[in-house]
Structures are given as structure tokens and as C-alpha cells.
């Protein structure tokens, strides 16, 4: 388990002063919130912290860029991303609070904040943790994934980025801005969908791996299934299988499955080249196990990967460090 720094003090303990303070007589929702800075500014949303002062609590305020506060498509994608949070309610996601509209009747939502450690930011000091940590950070994160699943949400933007370890061993899934639902008679959205369009001749600049919407792409580069690339209308829940296998090749190896200097590169490997073995190119000893898992996450045909989150977490609790790949 990965254990960090605890919160400071300013923002964890709990006094009577905030505990007793009677409520105002009229509840004014336009003034509920005291903001306190800014945590993150994403591709279409802003993620700030402020007070709750009606429960005296710090919380995550998200809400959209000014620029998208009036795209149809990107407020129904909040909306979806709060709900789903809301509905997913498993110790590895983030609790949601609160949905509404602020003074100018733009949407917001409020949730939890959880202090820690992103997976990326923890992969970037790879040599300081063992690998039973990290796969125990992995084991939680197909946990919400196979609940996710169950309840009929594909997440579609699994990346180390949106996988956060808190200083209490929290390991929360953030960041279903993407996800996928479908109707009750299984069909789905498609003018939200469809902003997952990928044009190759846009994507001729060098690949910015790291960050969420390059040009009209959505999702990152490195951790996308090839159905997803393709926008096959037809994208299961297997494509979270392989972007959590792309992760966790990321850990045993160093690096991503597939790189290149170009953005187009790398959406045409994910589609059309195998992977090295993990073993061929990590420094650190691979587990046979893990190898095989890895690489059955990665296959092209989602009918050949791990038919389910049950099925991969059952590898996880092997005892895979006995037996290193050759």
C-alpha cells in the first residue's frame, strides 16, 4: 500500500467553531461557496477548491472553461460526468456532493477532495517503490472498473493521470467525463460520441501524450484501445481492459506500449503493431504472470483479451512474484 505526506493541518482538523455554527435563517445557494484557489485548469473544465460553508467542509468545485460554458455537448458532458460519479458510489471513486447552476446559470458540481498523488506523478519516481505496491494501486483501480462495468458505464479515459493515491491508501479512478452509457433499449448518444472523431491530418504535430483532447481526439493517445481509435460503434466495456493494460505495461516496463514522435504514429501503432514483451524491454524483472496478462489486455480483438474485470483481478491475486518471464 502507498502511503504519503497527510494533509496539513489547516485543512484536516475539525473545530467546534465550524461544527456548531448555526445556519443562516434564509439559505442563499448563491453564496454558498468560498473559493480558495485553483487545483487544475483542464481542456474544457476548471477544477477548483473552495468552502462549503453551509457544512463547513473543503470540496472540488468543477465547472466548464468560460469558452465551453455554452456548448450544448460539453454541458451535457458534465452533467453525465457528475451523474455518473454520483451513481458510481464505490470506495474507488471520488463522492459527489452537489449538481446545480451558479449565478449566471452556468452548470457546476461539487465533490470530495482528496489529497495525494497522481499515478503519473508516482511513475516518475518508479525506482522508489516496490512492484507489489504499484499493483496493488492497479488491483483497486479494476475493482471500480468491474463495478463500474456492472452497473453499465465504460469509463473510455483510464490513464495514470486520472488514478490518484491518497495519504490514507485511497486509490480513487478520477474523470468520467468520457464515459460511455447506453439507453435502456442499448443505444446510445451519438452527438456526444461523435467528438471523439479522429482525423489523422490533424494530428501531424508532435503528440502531446499527457493531456486529455489533442486537436478533435479525445482521450490520450498512449492508452486508447483500437476500437476506440476507430470509433467502432460497437466499443464495449473491453476497452477499459486495455487501457488499464496499457497502464500496467507502463509500470513493469517504464514506458508505454506504443510511442512516436507523431501523433498519427502512434494511433497507427495501436491499430496495427504487437508490442515488445515486457521483459524484452524493462529494466525491472517481470513477473511471467503479469506478462501474460499484460499482453493479453493489448490484443487488437477485444474477444481475446480478459472477457472481464473478474477475470483480470483473478491474475492479480495469484502468486505471480514467484516466477519471472524469460
Not at 496478462?293 to 474485470?309: G, I, Q
Amino acid at each position: 500500500m502507498l502511503k504519503f505526506q497527510q494533509p496539513s493541518k489547516e485543512y484536516s482538523n475539525i473545530y467546534l467553531d465550524d461544527t456548531d455554527r448555526p445556519l443562516p435563517e434564509t439559505l442563499n445557494p448563491n453564496t454558498r461557496y468560498m473559493f480558495l484557489g485553483n487545483i487544475a485548469m483542464g481542456g474544457k473544465s476548471e477544477i477548483r477548491s473552495c468552502k462549503d460553508l453551509h457544512l463547513s467542509r473543503i470540496v472540488v468545485y468543477k465547472t466548464l472553461r468560460k469558452e465551453f460554458k455554452n456548448d450544448p455537448i460539453e454541458q451535457r458532458r458534465l452533467l453525465r460526468e457528475a451523474r455518473v460519479s454520483a451513481l458510481l458510489q464505490h470506495p474507488n471513486t471520488v463522492p459527489t456532493y452537489e449538481i446545480g447552476r451558479d449565478r449566471e446559470g452556468n452548470y457546476y458540481f461539487t465533490m470530495k477532495l482528496v489529497h495525494g498523488y497522481t499515478l503519473r506523478e508516482i511513475m516518475d519516481y518508479r525506482d522508489r517503490y516496490d512492484l507489489t505496491q504499484l499493483i496493488h494501486v492497479i488491483e483497486q483501480v479494476a475493482q471500480a472498473l468491474s463495478y463500474a462495468h456492472a452497473h453499465g458505464v465504460a469509463h473510455r479515459d483510464i490513464k495514470p493521470e486520472n488514478i490518484l493515491c491518497g495519504p490514507y491508501g485511497e486509490v480513487l479512478l478520477l474523470d468520467w467525463g468520457l464515459a460511455k452509457v447506453w439507453r435502456k433499449d442499448g443505444s446510445v448518444e451519438d452527438d456526444i460520441d461523435d467528438s471523439l472523431i479522429i482525423n489523422k491530418n490533424q494530428m501531424m504535430n508532435k503528440a502531446n501524450k499527457s493531456v486529455t483532447g489533442l486537436g478533435q481526439l479525445q482521450g490520450t493517445l498512449c492508452y486508447m484501445s483500437p476500437e476506440q481509435i476507430r470509433r467502432d460503434p460497437d466499443i464495449s466495456f473491453s476497452t477499459d481492459i486495455y487501457s488499464l493494460g496499457s497502464v500496467l505495461y507502463e509500470l513493469l516496463t517504464g514506458q508505454t506500449p506504443f510511442d512516436g514522435e507523431r501523433a498519427y504514429e502512434i494511433l497507427d501503432a495501436v491499430e496495427n503493431d504487437t508490442p515488445p514483451k515486457p521483459s524484452d524491454v524493462s529494466k525491472y524483472p517481470v513477473p511471467k504472470l503479469l506478462q501474460e496478462l499484460v499482453l493479453a489486455c493489448l490484443e487488437k480483438d477485444p474477444s481475446n483479451r480478459p472477457a472481464n474485470f473478474h477475470e483480470f483481478l483473478g491474475v492479480l491475486q495469484e502468486d505471480w512474484a514467484s516466477d519471472l518471464a524469460k
